[in-house]
């Protein structure tokens, strides 16, 4: 950061029938060492594209785009992020090398724009220096989208608006080093509790995330149903409601539960019913 920089912060808010407060933060921390490397973002986008292709999704279409950007130095890329709106279908990255030879990166086969976010690889992954980046994505502006906001389907274009759409994959990557394919990027955090028993039929979620006096809960299940909650800590042991049961109906309801008696750290808070179980992640402050 230079002298005078402004951080800029785009925070995007859905609607509430309830009066909300923003608590967002930043959190700044310095090395004691010059001696370091800087994570750096670059993000593909519409700028990307072949050149005088536009980014327009026509009504009744299912449109794939193609973006590409050549690696001008040897990279290690610890970390993955693509992003559309409502009309995403599905999107991949994946890097060719000079060799010929594809590294995989990220491929989602069903995009859903309500669960989405970025993605830490265990290692970091080394792309050699003149290798091609590329990303595709494909939208779905058909009645068949269940998730489109336009009926009848219409022409979309770049936008900030959910309504509107966006081609973007960031990446995250460290000038490499040798060695950097043996860092181990995981932390002691789990980031699920038991979760054995995948597509369960209702899953449990803070909201906000982040936590003080009380954890919010939203909780989506398929039918009425009662179910035991317990919080959980980085090391896997149970720190409050154990065994404490809730009855939630059909659909998706919400549920406050007492935080003050925990220290400040991440938590996981993990639902369970019929011998099945959901987990998310809290910060409680």
């Known amino acids: 950061m230079y002298a005078n920089s402004d951080f800029v912060i785009q925070v995007h808010y859905a609607p509430s029938t309830t009066v909300q407060t923003d608590r967002s933060h930043l959190n700044v921390f310095f ?27 026509p009504p009744n279409k299912i449109q794939p785009f193609t973006t590409s950007f050549t690696v001008p130095y040897e990279i290690s890329v610890i970390g993955i992020a693509p992003h559309m709106h409502l009309l995403g279908k ?21 995009w859903d724009f309500h669960w989405q976010g970025g993605y830490t690889y265990k290692n970091p992954v080394r792309i050699p220096r003149g290798s091609k ?9 058909t009645i068949n989208n269940l998730d489109n906001p336009n009926s009848p389907p219409k022409t979309v274009r770049w936008g900030e608006g959910t309504s509107d759409e966006m081609l973007l994959c960031y990446f995250h990557w460290l000038p490499f080093q040798p060695g950097d394919e043996t860092l181990d990027m995981e932390t002691s955090l789990p980031t699920s509790v038991d979760d054995v028993t995948a597509g369960a039929p209702f899953r449990v979620q803070a909201w906000p995330s982040v936590a003080a006096e009380v954890i919010r809960l939203a909780v989506e299940s398929d039918t009425e149903r009662s179910i035991t909650l317990e919080v959980v800590d980085a090391t896997g042991s149970t720190v ?12 998706i309801s919400t549920l ?24 998310c992640r809290v910060v409680v402050k």
């Open 256 to 279: 406050t539960i007492p935080a003050a008696d925990l220290a400040t750290g991440v938590y996981l808070v993990r639902a369970i019913s019929g011998g099945r179980f959901s987990s």
């Open 240 to 251: 409050g409601l154990q065994n404490s049961r809730y009855n939630v109906p059909q659909g």
């Open 90 to 110: 599905d999107c991949r990255a994946y890097a060719t090398t000079p060799k010929g030879d594809t590294i995989r990166l990220i491929s989602v086969p069903q």
């Open 133 to 141: 980046l590329f990303y595709e994505a494909s939208y779905d502006n």
């Open 31 to 57: 090395h004691p060492s010059d001696e370091v490397r800087q994570v750096q973002q670059f993000a593909m986008n519409i700028r990307n594209l072949p050149q005088g292709q536009k980014f327009e999704i």
